[in-house]
């Protein structure tokens, strides 16, 4: 597990804030030996493969790493994000909000260890709850960032299959008519509008 999250992490940012879970989780069911193995097939990973890309271009290579965490290029009206930092009037709240919805998720995966909750199932809740965090306080919502959580709510069974079945048909069309919407920007951003704020009362919910 340590050494695909070490793959996941050189091709996307995100992965890493599953880090400090699986650490976590390996501290409640593994050896300390064992977790020195799994910090080094981390760092090994994620360092043999980025080594030739850093020691080439530097600034190419940290370029997607600060796009993906603050998008500096784009600014999309349909994220959470994007209201806060409307409501409050100021950009630095949109850099915030990705933060605050990550420190959530890992204050709560702590309180789960301390309470020695941490079983299977739950750290598969967690998982979720993590990269859910990390799509609903991100900058620029795509569609295509729901497939990082979709796949665990079979295996947790945690929200009932009607509740989430208007925000996949509300995702799809957004893809399905992309192209077609883009003509027609006022219905474009109430349909992604309308995901986005779906997706925030299903994080309420859970």
Not at 29 to 34: A, D, F
Not at 181 to 190: G, P, V
Request: proline letters at 5%.
């Amino acid at each position: 597990s340590f050494l695909f999250l070490g793959l996941a992490t050189v091709i996307k940012l995100y992965p890493i804030f599953l880090f400090p879970l699986f650490l976590l989780y390996s501290k409640t069911h593994q050896k300390k030996s064992q977790i020195i193995i799994n910090l080094i097939v981390f760092i090994f990973t994620f360092v043999i493969c980025n080594l030739s890309f850093v020691i080439y271009n530097f600034q190419y290579w940290i370029y997607p790493y600060i796009y993906q965490s603050q998008n500096p290029e784009r600014l999309d009206p349909t994220t959470i994000s994007h209201y806060i930092s409307q409501v409050f009037g100021s950009e630095i709240f949109q850099k915030l909000t990705l933060p605050f919805f990550i420190f959530i998720a890992w204050f709560i995966s702590f309180k789960f260890f301390n309470k020695k909750i941490l079983n299977d199932k739950n750290l598969l809740l967690l998982i979720f709850l993590i990269l859910f965090s990390a799509v609903f306080g991100n900058h620029v919502y795509t569609p295509q960032y729901s497939l990082w959580f979709l796949p665990l709510l079979g295996p947790i069974g945690l929200v009932p299959f009607f509740l989430w079945l208007p925000f996949d048909f509300l995702n799809a069309s957004t893809r399905f008519f992309y192209f077609k919407l883009l003509e027609q920007k006022d219905l474009f951003f109430i349909l992604r509008t309308t995901t986005v704020v779906y997706l925030g009362v299903m994080y309420i919910i859970l």
